[in-house]
């Protein structure tokens, strides 16, 4: 799922997901993400990290991880104080402007990465 209030930034990122292989459903806001969280499950959420909703693309990953431990979050910023808290918090960032190749390496990295939260409590017993 592509979370992105910009309808031009969110046409561009769309078309790289789909070069990528990625079958991509597009929503506005954080809050319209969490309404399709609820439908169903995603491969990946690809997050604006600044968004006007009062569901922001931090508040987004925090809510995805916490319910929804499964799906890999990915935040993408230009330039952001949020990016650092972000990072701090253990999410994905990557920066705009970015080409296919930097999106890929980035997703490939995060799905290495993620270990959903029942994953890594059953590694630990």
Do not use: C, W
Not at 57 to 72: K, M, N, T
Not at 97 to 105: I, N
């Amino acid at each position: 799922m592509l979370v992105e209030d910009n309808q031009a930034v969110a046409l561009a990122m769309a078309d790289l997901l789909a070069e990528l292989g990625y079958r991509v459903e597009h929503v506005s806001s954080g809050t319209d993400a969490l309404k399709r969280l609820q439908e169903r499950s995603y491969a990946l959420v690809f997050s604006d990290l600044l968004m006007p909703d009062s569901i922001g693309g931090l508040e987004l990953a925090r809510i995805v991880r916490d319910y929804h431990s499964d799906v890999p979050i990915l935040l993408a910023t230009g330039f952001s104080d949020k990016a650092q808290q972000a990072v701090r918090e253990g999410f994905k960032i990557i920066q705009k402007p970015f080409d296919l190749r930097a999106l890929a390496a980035a997703i490939d990295q995060l799905q290495a990465a993620h270990v959903p939260a029942a994953e890594a409590v059953k590694a630990r017993h």
